[in-house]
């Protein structure tokens, strides 16, 4: 059965740092592109970055760039999300999602096949 596991949530406040882990089991993922989503109490679930299966490709949603950075090591098949200088409006529950499709752009939710359950991440002004 194939699991994703997130982890590293928790309350901060502005201007600090979490990093996300997404542990992956159950099948290998070193051949897929992975990504990162989050939602907001009362908002749609949106696009916060993505990764290449050899993590030379990264993308990122415009309200992240420069402050949140994507990695990967697959031998221990799980992806990271390196987050600095928090705000209040990144405030949500962050989602890991595994094996795009292919031909699907990166940023679109439903081309990706497995979802973890989601990790909190609180940011106090």
């Known amino acids: 059965q194939v699991q994703l596991a997130e982890s590293g949530g928790g309350l901060v406040q502005a201007g600090g740092s979490l990093r996300l882990s997404c542990a992956a089991s159950?099948?290998?993922?070193?051949?897929?592109?992975m990504g990162w989503f989050r939602q907001a109490p009362g908002k749609e679930r949106e696009f916060v970055a993505s990764?290449?299966?050899?993590?030379?490709?990264?993308e990122y949603a415009d309200s992240v760039k420069g402050r949140f950075t994507i990695s990967r090591d697959n031998a221990k098949n799980t992806v990271y999300l390196q987050m600095n200088s928090l705000k209040p409006e990144d405030t949500a529950v962050y989602c890991c999602?595994?094996?795009?499709?292919?031909?699907?752009?990166?940023?679109?939710?439903?081309?990706?096949?497995?979802w973890g359950q989601g990790t909190q991440v609180t940011v106090s002004s």
């Open positions: 999602a595994a094996e795009l499709r292919f031909g699907v752009p990166a940023h679109q939710q439903q081309g990706y096949k497995y």
């Open positions: 159950g099948r290998t993922f070193s051949s897929s592109r």
């Open positions: 990764i290449t299966r050899n993590g030379e490709h990264t």
